[in-house]
């Protein structure tokens, strides 16, 4: 399947006008503008992800088939009653908007991209996303049947010829202790008194309320009056639903602090469990932290593990401020792969210059700042070089975990490939335009899953 929400599907939702029907599944249609979108989209991404892929009737047709099977997928959820929760539709849109904000530079750039606010992207597409997330569990479902044994992934790797093996690259496997710095409490009351002014001015001197958002809020709703259009409350942060859920329509609340800053909220209306808001947000100067206590904080935590034996898996646990390696001892894994291994020339650019210094295996940093992922804070963190792997050619000795995931990848494609021409048995499938014969399917294979095939090179 195509990665969730790219920046082209949500360009491709627009109102189409009538079309010819190239295929029917049940009674959901498929329209050839819906295959040029895909295609499309595919081709974007491809760009995006540096991989050369040109037009081709194979990619349009395997495509096509690509929609045919998800729909498949979609009624088979409906009869087996696989669900996902709201909870985690909005946890991995949230995941998929970072990551979209990331490469755009910021939420502004992005909105600007899109030409809508990521308030309304998250309304207009979560339908969508929904039913994407579905098949990516029935998916899921049947993929975790299959298992591959030693001898099945001997077998694949010595099926490749030994000119075709790859080159594997330096990788390094490296493990992090994170601290972020508490705020200054200047920068603090400074960004609370703006906000109790500001909502001073609202209360008590009748100043209109999107005329101030516009000019002191530094949220990305400022040039919108500060508008969050009609949504779920669910979709909003904790103390901020709590707060507009506690408002009658056209009152405003007391100043709110959420983990984004300071917010002053207007409820302008409320139907059922959706509410539009308006509000002012005023952020606390990033900038303006305490870097000493993260410093000296780290500077302790290295020699407990240096000249105290403490262990610095444990010390990850209990006091790293980063959750995603936190929890797993501070290992810093691949995001896109899950791999533990990294491609030196892969890193992120601070990351990359600490590992430069790290000559041994349990080697530590000094602490070094950068910024987190996705909220872009100022942290400090020391880094350890677990282990080392020089550049070598493929072999099984020390590439079997990656040479297994990939027979196994190849493995679960054709077991569901098998299984998706089966079901199809169960479920009505027309075809409104002559198909060939022989799709290619590689082709089909890249718009199953661009992103799996760019991790098994």
């Known amino acids: 399947m195509i990665a969730l929400l790219t920046a082209g599907s949500v360009f491709s939702q627009q109102k189409k006008v009538a079309d010819k029907i190239v295929a029917i599944v049940n009674d959901r249609i498929i329209l050839k503008s819906d ?14 992800n540096d991989q050369q892929v040109s037009f081709s009737e194979d990619l349009w047709y395997s495509a096509l088939e690509s929609m045919v099977d998800n729909y498949v997928m979609l009624e088979k959820a409906e009869l087996d009653s696989v669900v996902v929760s709201d909870e985690m539709v909005n946890r991995a849109m949230d995941q998929r908007i970072d990551q979209m904000v990331r490469q755009a530079g910021s939420e502004e750039q992005l909105e600007r991209a899109l030409g809508n606010s990521l308030v309304q992207i998250r309304a207009d597409f979560r339908e969508n996303f929904r039913e994407q997330m579905i098949t990516q569990e029935v998916q899921r479902q049947r993929m975790s049947r299959v298992e591959i044994t030693r001898p099945e992934v001997r077998e694949f790797f010595e099926e490749i010829p030994d000119e075709q ?72 942060v904790a103390n901020y639903s709590a707060a507009a859920s506690a408002l009658e329509p056209g009152e405003i609340s007391e100043v709110v602090r959420t983990d984004f ?11 059922g469990d959706e509410i539009e808001t308006n509000h002012i947000l005023i952020e606390i100067d990033q900038e303006s932290v305490d870097e000493e206590y993260a410093i000296n904080t780290l500077e302790a935590l290295r020699d407990s593990v240096i000249n105290h034996g403490k262990s610095f898996a444990e010390l990850a646990r209990k006091h790293s401020d980063d959750e995603s390696t936190a929890s797993m001892g501070g290992r810093i894994m691949n995001r896109q792969t899950g791999e533990r291994r990294l491609a030196i020339d892969d890193l992120e650019p601070s990351l990359y210059r600490i590992a430069l210094l790290l000559e041994e295996e349990g080697d530590i940093s ?89 991790g098994t090179e």
């Open 35 to 48: 295959v040029d979108d895909e295609v499309r989209q595919y081709l974007q991404q491809s760009e995006m």
């Open 165 to 236: 093996l790859p080159i594997i690259p330096e990788q390094l496997e490296l493990s992090q202790i994170v601290i972020t710095p508490p705020e200054l409490d200047d920068a603090r009351n400074t960004a609370l008194q703006k906000a109790r002014a500001i909502r001073d001015s609202l209360i008590n001197h009748g100043k209109n309320f999107e005329a101030m958002a516009e000019k002191y809020s530094d949220g990305p709703s400022a040039p919108r009056g500060g508008l969050l259009p009609m949504m779920p409350i669910n979709d909003l």
């Open 261 to 271: 800053g300071y917010h002053i909220i207007r409820l302008n209306d409320r139907q």
């Open 366 to 454: 000094d602490p070094r700042p950068f910024r987190m992922p996705g909220s872009n804070k100022r942290a400090y963190r020391i880094v350890r070089l677990d282990k080392h792997i020089p550049e070598h050619k493929a072999n099984l000795d020390d590439d079997y975990e990656r040479i297994r995931n990939i027979a196994l990848q190849r493995k679960q494609m054709r077991v569901l490939s098998e299984w998706l021409k089966d079901i199809r048995d169960e479920i009505y499938v027309e075809y409104k335009i002559e198909m060939p014969d022989d799709i290619d399917p590689d082709a089909d294979m890249m718009m199953t899953d661009p992103q799996s095939v760019e």
